[in-house]
Every structure is written in C-alpha cells, then in structure tokens.
C-alpha cells in the first residue's frame, strides 16, 4: 500500500479527497513506451548504416579476393607455359645431340647424363623405338627445396608439362628423350608475387576503405541529422536542419522542415490568439496593465508564496485630479497621458521576472516588486521619471506616489492599508511627493551578507535540509507527482525555513547553484527509499553556473532508477532570459528519465518564441492565472486557448494555488492534466 502524503491544505470541508495510485506507476508505463520507440528508431537508423557498412565491405573483399584469384590464375598459367615451352626446347636440343652418337646407348646415356646434371630438371627419360626405358635420371625429393611455404605449394599446383622430341640417325629413328625441369622456381615465383600482389591490393583496400568510410560519412552526416530532428519531434522538439546534398534524403530533410515550419506557424498564431486572450482576461484595454482584480490576484499570490521572495515593495503612484484633467484636456489627451504613465511604469525592470504592474481605477496604478538579488528601487525614483516624462509632454498633470515594504504572510488588506496611507500622506504634501510607509527592519539587513553566506554554507555542510511534499494530482484522480519546496534549517535549534526567507541572500551570495544541487540529491535518496515521484524547482540563476548542470547530469547518471522519477522545474521567466540554458538543461538530462518544466507560467507564456523547441515536458500555470477561473469567463477563455496551445506541442499541463474546489472542476473542463494547491487533499486509496 503506498504511502499518503498527509498533507492537507485548506480546510478539510472544503476539500477534495483523491485517490493515489503506485508512485509513478503510470509515468513508467509511458516512458517505457517512450523509450521502445527511441529504441526502435535506433535500431532501424543502425541497420541502415550497418547494411551500407556491409555492403562496401562485401565489395571490397570481393574486388581483392578476385582481383588476387585472376592474378594467381594469370601467373600460374604464364609460368606453366614458361615451363612447357621450356621442357620442349631443352626436348629438342637433347635429341639433337643424341642423334649426334650414332645410336652409341653409352654415349647417349653420358649425354643425357651430363645435361641432367647442368640443368635444374626434375626427370630425363632415354627410350627406345619400342618404347622401353634405356636411360632415366629422377632428381632426389630435396635437390631442389622452393622457398614457398609447403601450404603454398599444396594449395596452388603448378604442372611442369614434359617436353618430348624424337632421337633419329638420319632416317633411323633411335627412340624419343623425355624432358621435365623443375617447378620449384615457380613456385617461388609466385609466391613472391603473391606477396607483393597481397601488399598492393591492401594498399588499394585501404584507400578504398577511406574512400568508403568518406562517402558514408557524407551520408550519414544528413541522415544523423534527419535522425536527430525525428527523435526532436519524439521529444517535442521542433527544429529545422539544412538539405543535404544527396537528393533522396534532401527531399526527406524538406519535408520535415516542412512539417516543422508549419507546426512553428500554427504555434505562432496560437501564440498570438493566446496573448490577446490573456490581454482580455488580465489587462486594462486603455494601459495594457493588469487590471485591478488581477493585480489583486497577483498580490494575494505573492504574498502567500513560500518559494520566491519572502518581503518586497508596493508602490501606489496617483495622477492628481484625473478628472479635472480630463475636463481640461479633453478625453484624448487624457488617454494619452494614462498610457505614457503606464509605459513609464512598464520601462522600469521591463526584464526583471516577478514584477507585477496594474492599473487600479481611474489614475490609481500600482507595481509590485519581489525583494531579489537587487534591492527594488525607492518611490522616489518613480516619481522622478514621471516627472520628466510629463515634462516633455508639456502636460499640467501631477503625479503622487506611496510604497510600502510588504513580507510574506502579511494579510492583503494589511499592506493595501499601509500603501493607502503613505499615498495619501503623499498626496498632502503636494504634486510629486513621495512617502514610503514605516517598515520595520529585516534580519537580512541585520546580519549582513557574509553573516548570511556562513548560515548557509554551516547548513549545507550539516545536511539540515528537508523537502516538504505537496501532492500534484490528475483528472483520474492519481497521484502524479509531489512537489517538494525545500526547507533550510538556518540554525542548530532552530526550525526549517521556507525559500522566501533565504533566497534572496542565497541568490546574493551565490550559493543558489549549491543549494539546488543539494535539493536534487535529497530528493533522489527519497526517491530511491520511497519510490514516488518528486519534483524539484531548480533557481533559474543556477542554470547560469556553467558547471552546474554537467554536475547535476553526473548525479542523475549515477542513481539511474531514481532519476526517471524525478521531476525538474524552473520558472518561466528562465525561458526568456536563458532559453539556451534551458533547453541544454533539457537535452542533457531528459534522456536520463528525468521531466524537466516550467513553474508559475502563465503572463509571459505566449511570448517565448522558441517554446516548440525547448524540449519541455510540462508545464505549470501559476495562481495567479488559475484562480478564480469558475467565475470568469474571461479568464477561463484564456487558460483553455494556453492549454490547448501547450497540448499541441504534447506538453502536460498543470494548475498551481488552487484554492477553490470549483476552480478544480473548471480546470479540468479546460483541459488541464492536474492542479495542486490547498483545494486538494490526498489520501490512500
């Protein structure tokens, strides 16, 4: 029976009780199909290459063995006819001097003697008219030794054809002499010919195997890449590789950049149908900004996380009179005036992730800034751009701004309060005051940050880390995965802390890349005791460190079984400023099992460009997109067109913060794979 998380957020009434299947039971079955696909591609891909292999060898060894077997036979034939030509004139010359004794047997056999022992002859045969056998001379076995290998000579037989001529006393026919000279220097022959012909051939061989080994790298460089875009798409993946010079496999590369340029389309236009829907679900009409209910939404997320920055700053910045000004300029003028403030504010931090603007009501806008690893600006600075921007647009408008410095867990109303107040206090003291609520001190700012830097580094070397389990669950109602936050103990006795109160001072020391490193092996030993999937969120700012993810790929390689069951995830902003970094976080560590994917996504969504070829496996919607989605049409509009959009490049897609039951049942109505927040409850099945 696995086990149940015990967590339970929000109150038990209100709940939604789900069941939990095995851990990771049902993301083991589709990463094994997965991976018999991946198998089943290599495999063809090898067979491919192995059969062209195969091929120019079987051509090569042809080309030699035949090339050296019609040598041998031309060699062997030459010197056999060498050898009879040879036998028949020596023939003709022995008989001619034995025609000369005059039939004297003694002097005949002298001759023939004598000629035996001159020559290298294997066999001199003296017959009579009748036939008979007058004088036969035969060399010993080992007269004449060739140098060939015995093997050599038993395997290539050379045949030393006799040479016979017809002995004669004028007309009187003597008999006939039988010549047959040795093929011992024939085999040498060809043995050595052999041997040179062998050494020649291997030369050419080796040429033609480099030659071979050119041409298949020519082609198999197209096809690795044509190989390496299908196995993208397999991944989710979508990437264009250049046309090879071989036609067949050019128009195959065409056709699947094809493919790729119009999934890029088709994600392009549901980009942009995306934005504008988050536009109408989000955004004042006139700004562009967050409308009031959003950025209220946006605030009561921020402050309730425990993951990002533990404090900030609110700033209410206020267009004095807004309508006295429109009377006086007139309903143009005031747009325009409305839509300059808001680019002002838009142009501040324009790419820091984590700042929320928004339009109130009226001329009452507001930002709020995470405290990250750079201190947010004073309200001063607000006011002082708005100052000179409404200077060069030669407008009578007048601008106040109040801010207060909000920490985690303090109620909404309470820092809303504190900002009303300041800008009210603001705009007492006239045009482009600015008045900052009392705040009191952080222990940040009390200990300092190489006090910081020595609580951190004591803590990681101590191990008092944990990571704390809340359930991500599906629309079947199992377990597919936990999230797991992770909890520092700064102190010996103290208790363990959430990220928003060391973050900001871990992204400033830069011991971030050590702490994710930490979490990932934490969560792999759980994973390993445990056997459920758990998932780690890794700082954008590590992915910075060039070392860190080689580092992190050699700790996933060394618990293999662990790794497929663990799930990465970065926030969105990542996919913008560091793309690459994400997706090399992507190709390094997704074909180790592990799922990598974005956290908190959602307003900055439709606007990464190269999403399709990220490699991404899923994707989280933030709070700040997901809640309230059952009330708003608007607002559910958008999160179906964003779900629908990541389905389409095959990623999951899950909801974070849900907190009201009937958000659960309107997520699942637009599409979405699971939701987790203090609305779901798990429990054993």
Not at 2 to 9: I, S
Not at 332 to 359: E, F, M, N, P
Not at 385 to 398: D, N
Not at 557 to 575: G, I, K
Request: overall charge positive; proline content about 5%; some cysteine.
């Amino acid at each position: 029976m696995p086990k149940a998380c015990g967590k339970v957020w929000g109150p038990p009434r209100r709940a939604i009780r789900l069941r939990v299947c095995r851990a990771g039971e049902r993301c083991s079955r589709k990463r094994r199909r997965r991976g018999g696909g991946e198998r089943q591609a290599g495999g063809v891909f090898m067979s491919l290459i192995r059969q062209i292999w195969l091929l120019l060898l079987a051509t090569l060894l042809l080309a030699f063995f035949g090339s050296f077997a019609v040598w041998m036979l031309s060699a062997r034939g030459y010197l056999e006819t060498q050898l009879r030509l040879k036998n028949a004139d020596n023939a003709q010359s022995l008989a001619l001097s034995l025609s000369q004794q005059k039939g004297d047997r003694t002097a005949m056999e002298l001759t023939a003697s004598a000629v035996f022992d001159t020559g290298f002859y294997q066999r001199v045969t003296l017959r009579d008219g009748a036939g008979r056998v007058l004088f036969s001379r035969d060399a010993e076995a080992d007269a004449v030794r060739p140098r060939a290998p015995a093997w050599f000579a038993q395997m290539v037989t050379v045949t030393s054809t006799p040479g016979v001529a017809q002995v004669s006393d004028g007309w009187r026919a003597l008999g006939s002499v039988e010549v047959v000279s040795h093929a011992a220097f024939a085999y040498d022959q060809l043995w050595q010919g052999a041997l040179k012909t062998v050494g020649l051939l291997s030369v050419l061989g080796a040429l033609a195997a480099g030659a071979a080994a050119y041409g298949v790298r020519r082609i198999r460089t197209p096809l690795d890449a044509t190989v390496a875009q299908a196995q993208a798409l397999m991944e989710r993946r979508f990437v264009t590789v250049p046309e090879p010079a071989v036609p067949e496999l050019a128009r195959l590369s065409r056709a699947m950049n094809e493919v790729v340029q119009r999934l890029k389309s088709l994600f392009d236009e549901q980009s942009t149908q995306v934005e504008q829907l988050r536009q109408q679900a989000h955004c004042d009409p006139l700004t562009r900004l967050s409308h009031r209910a959003h950025f209220m939404t946006q605030l009561r997320a921020m402050l309730a996380t425990d993951e990002a920055a533990g404090e900030g700053m609110l700033y209410l910045i206020r267009v004095v009179d807004l309508a006295g000004i429109n009377r006086q300029l007139g309903h143009r003028a005031t747009d325009a005036l409305l839509q300059k403030v808001s680019d002002v504010l838009r142009g501040v931090w324009a790419d820091v992730a984590g700042v929320a603007r928004g339009r109130l009501n009226g001329g009452d806008f507001a930002v709020l800034v995470g405290q990250g690893d750079v201190a947010p600006p004073p309200a001063a600075y607000y006011a002082d751009l708005l100052r000179r921007a409404l200077t060069e647009m030669a407008s009578p408008a007048q601008i106040v701004v109040g801010a207060v410095r909000w920490s985690r867990g303090m109620p909404v109303a309470q820092v809303l309060a504190a900002a009303d107040s300041a800008l009210a206090r603001a705009e007492s003291r006239g045009p482009f005051a600015v008045e900052t609520a009392e705040m009191p001190q952080s222990d940040v700012a009390v200990l300092g940050e190489e006090a910081w830097r020595e609580r951190l580094d004591a803590a990681l070397q101590a191990g008092r880390m944990e990571l704390v389990r809340f359930p991500v669950v599906g629309r079947d109602q199992l377990l597919v995965h936990h999230e797991c936050p992770l909890r520092i103990q700064l102190e010996d006795d103290g208790t363990p802390e959430p990220a928003a109160r060391w973050l900001p001072m871990a992204l400033r020391t830069g011991l971030i890349a050590r702490i994710d490193e930490a979490a990932v092996a934490l969560a792999l030993l759980q994973i390993a005791r445990d056997h459920e999937p758990l998932g780690v969120n890794l700082s954008p700012a590590s992915l910075a460190d060039s070392s860190f993810v080689p580092r992190l790929r050699a700790r996933l390689a060394s618990m293999p079984e662990a790794a497929r069951h663990l799930w990465l995830e970065v926030d969105e902003s990542a996919a913008i400023d560091r793309f690459d970094m994400v997706r090399e976080l992507c190709k390094q560590l997704r074909p180790l099992g592990a799922r990598v994917g974005l956290e908190h996504a959602g307003d900055r969504l439709a606007r990464i460009n190269l999403l399709f070829e990220a490699g991404l496996d899923y994707v989280k919607l933030g709070a700040s997109v997901v809640q309230g989605v059952a009330q708003d049409p608007a607002r559910s509009a958008y999160v179906t067109a964003t779900v629908s959009m990541l389905h389409g490049l095959g990623l999951q897609v899950f909801a974070e913060g849900v907190s009201d039951p009937a958000d659960i049942v309107a997520l699942h109505q637009a599409g979405l794979d699971g939701v987790t927040g203090p609305a779901v409850r798990l429990t054993t099945a």
